[in-house]
Every structure is written in C-alpha cells, then in structure tokens.
C-alpha cells in the first residue's frame, strides 16, 4: 500500500513546507501552518495542446465595450466604475456585522427584479434566515432564488439548471470540493473553489458577488493569491456603533479604485447617501473647542467632514497619541511640527483625534485641520465650525503646502454654506465664480493660527 504524502500549507499567504514550522517563513505570522494531503497526479498521459485562439498583434484584435448591469444602486455603481460588468468576479470584504450581507442580498435583489433570474448561495446561513432579512429588507422578489449549499460540483449543477443572470456566493470561506482532502476555509480548497468558480462565470458570462472572511488585522482571510484571481475587490468599512458605511474598491479591473460609496445603515437596510458632505456635517455645532471642518477628495467626489480634537494634561507620566479616522504617524508628525516650530508644550498633554461619522481619511488634505484643532483645544479658542474651512498640508518645516483639487473642495463648502476657508497660498488660484465664500491664503501654520485667534 502507497504511504500518503502530505505537505504543510500556511493558511494567511500559502507557503508551502514538507514539515511543520510554529512560525511560517513567509509572512511570519504564528501557527498557521497546516497539514493537508498531496493530490497524486497522472502523469502518464502526454498534456495536448488545443487552442481557441492563436497569437495574433494587438493592432488586429478588435476592442469592445464591457456590457454592464445597472445595479440601480448608485453609490454601488459608482464603485464599480458605471455597474456590474458580465462574467466579472467581485470580492467584497469587511468585519463580521458590517453589512456585507445585507448590501449583496439588496443588490441581488434589484437585478433580479430588472434582468431575471439570481441565484444566492449561502454556505453559513439557512433559507429561512435569508428570508427574514429579505422580508426586512424588502427584497422579496420572485426571481432570487435561495439556497443553502456548500458544495461547489453542487452548485455548479443548479447554475446549471436554473441558469442565473447573476450569481452571489456568501462567503468562499464555507465551500469545499469532495476532491480534496482538506478542510473548507484552507489554502487550497479556497484556490480551487474560486477557480471553478471563475470558470463558470467566465464561460457562461455570468458576473459573481463573492464575500470573504477578514482577519483580526482587518486583512482578506485566505492566500494573497484570491486577490490576484478576481476581478475586483471591494472592502466595506465602517464602525458597527456608527451608522454610516463606506464601500471602497482596492482592486478594480473595469474602473478606478479612487472612488467610494456613502452608505447609512438604518432598520430597513442600506440607504444610498447621495450628499454625504451634509449627512457628516449634520451634528455640527455653531462654535466649538477643537473642532473645525476639514475637506478630502474620493474619486471625483469633495467631502467635509468634521474633526474633533481632545488634549489633555497627562497623569500618568507619558503622553498617549489616539487617532480614530487618520493616520497615527500622520498625528505624531503632526505634533513633533508644532512642538518644534510653535513652541507648543504638547509633550505632557494627551491627544485624542477623532473623525466625525466613521470615515477614514487618505491623504494629506486634513494636516492643517488637525493642527488647528490641536491648538483650538489646547488654547481654549472656539472656531466657527459652520463657517470656517480648513485644507492644506503640512511639511516638516511648518509650511503650508498646496494640495490637488483644491477648487472642488472649495465649491463644496460654498454650496454648504461656509463662509470663509484657509487654503495653502501656493495654489491659492482664483476662484471667478465665488459669491459667497472668502478664501484666505497662508504660507505657514502660524498664519493660519493667527486666523484664528493667538493667545
């Protein structure tokens, strides 16, 4: 009798070992590694060649325009550069309660109502459970068809019998195939699994919704590979306290990734946020201590949102630096400036940032908003938050330097209603069709404090 080989497989990014290592070489993350037993290959048989297409110039090969379903979701649409494109594979990520589920269950909903038959496969939930959500929701249409199945070569025949415009796998982690020895979620059973998967879809151009699993760090479960084998990969982020959600694209093989979706996350599910700049503003107050307006670009849209800053005397012999929303080392720079360059004693204060609403902000646009919200509460100086802007990044050198896209920011705070903005004097340009906005241009941080007030 043949002795069974086996070979050890990291289940983070799929290094492969003969033996068992506590710690896996490639990405050297603690005991991931895992046993599973090598599939023995015929190797008698001689591979044969056959082809569809033959190698032909890039000048003869004739363009067409990627045929799209309108997902009649806008902020989704808009993710996935204009709406869901035939036979691609789409990967949405994001933590356990984030709404995943719902967002995929309205979408299916929507298409199977206006294109025909969806099919929603559920590896974790039972039909009776999706029902309920549906009937919450309010996505009970009689094209979406549910079921609750785990096994690919299964599923595979009822996408053969129904014959789906659309298909929603939830999630790859549940699948397996009865070929391979290891257990659903590995390394392998997962590669294999989206292959069949993108088979299928590929063939028969069918677009597919495949939700994954996140890890404790917030990084997509499963080998890096997965990324590498779909055609976009959408990750839905957001606090579970908080009611808003952001739909980002990391990866997109029909669109930009610079854009986002603004959802809020109510009783009756998903709602589309089509001017997220008044949804985060909404709780702003007249005049405040450490809070002012800021704006970032995503995509082709202009946000303001609001940052709250907190410094307070420490007591326990080290300063903390907290940052909910922006970068941490974007802060401690931050602080190391106006130490240095104002003289501020901030070493023995505590500083607490946070970004109103749930939203992380990319980018430099926020660096002299953070600082005059640092020195608003360390000074004690309210800011008319409905009325004053602030842009512009901050160098190592207390500069003010300019920032992209500046006239966008600045049209979005004049139709909000704000009265006056701190812009970098570099590419302070002239607005010709400003009416009711003042736009004030600094080269440093201490001229944009001293538009605040100094004390």
């Known amino acids: 009798m043949a002795k069974t080989k086996s070979k050890f497989l990291c289940q983070e990014c ?7 290592m506590g710690r896996c070489p490639g990405c050297n993350n603690w005991n991931t590694m895992e ?3 090598v599939q023995k290959m015929d190797t008698r048989r001689s591979p044969s060649i056959v082809g569809k297409s033959k190698p032909q110039p890039i000048k003869t090969i004739k ?3 990627h045929e799209r379903y309108d997902t009649q979701d806008q902020e989704l649409n808009r993710v996935l550069g204009g709406g869901l494109v035939k036979g691609s594979l789409t990967l949405i990520s994001g933590e356990p309660g984030i709404g995943k589920s719902t967002l995929i269950l309205q979408a299916g909903s929507k298409i199977a109502e206006k294109y025909g038959t969806t099919l929603y496969v559920s590896g974790e939930e039972s039909e009776e459970q999706i029902k309920m959500r549906a009937e919450r929701l309010g996505a009970l249409t009689e094209n979406l068809y549910v079921v609750s199945e785990t096994n690919v070569d299964i599923i595979e025949k009822y996408i053969e019998e129904i014959s789906p415009v659309f298909i929603i796998i939830d999630s790859v982690q549940t699948l397996y195939k009865e070929d391979l020895t290891s257990a659903p979620g590995s390394v392998s059973q997962v590669k294999e699994c989206v292959n069949n998967l993108m088979r299928i879809g590929k063939s028969l151009h069918i677009p597919m919704f495949i939700v994954a699993h996140v890890t404790k760090q917030g990084e997509l479960a499963g080998p890096r590979v997965l990324e590498h084998m779909v055609d976009t990969v959408l990750h839905f982020e957001g606090e579970r306290t908080q009611e808003f959600r952001v739909l980002r694209a990391l990866k997109n093989r029909f669109g930009t990734t610079s854009e986002i979706g603004v959802y809020e996350m109510k009783q009756e599910g998903l709602v589309e946020v089509a001017n997220p700049s008044a949804m985060f503003l909404e ?3 007249e005049e405040s201590e450490g809070a002012v307006v800021v704006a970032t670009v995503e995509g082709t849209r202009p ?7 907190l410094v307070t005397p420490s007591n326990v012999g080290f300063a903390r630096r907290t940052a909910v929303g922006i970068d941490l080392n974007r802060l401690n720079l931050i602080i190391a400036v106006l ?3 104002m003289g501020l004693p901030l070493m023995n204060y505590d500083v607490y940032i946070n970004v109103v609403g749930g939203l992380k902000l990319e980018g430099t646009f926020a660096d002299l908003g953070v600082a005059v919200a640092i020195y608003s509460s360390l000074k004690g100086i309210s800011i008319a938050t409905r009325k004053l802007l602030v842009i512009g990044e901050i160098s190592l050198t207390a500069d003010i330097r300019p920032v992209l896209q500046l006239e966008k920011m600045v049209k979005e705070a004049e139709k909000m209603g704000f009265a006056a903005c701190i812009v970098p004097e570099k590419n302070n340009t002239k607005f010709n069709d400003l009416k009711t906005i003042a736009v004030k241009g600094v ?13």
Do not use: D, F, M, W
């Open 63 to 65: 363009s067409s325009v």
């Open 303 to 309: 946000l303001l949102v609001e940052i709250q800053a």
């Open 35 to 37: 046993e599973e037993v």
């Open 283 to 285: 709780s702003l107050t």
């Open 339 to 341: 130490e240095k360059k």
């Open 14 to 20: 799929g290094y492969e070992s003969p033996k068992y």
């Open 443 to 455: 080269h440093n941080i201490r001229e944009a404090l001293n538009c605040i007030g100094n004390s």
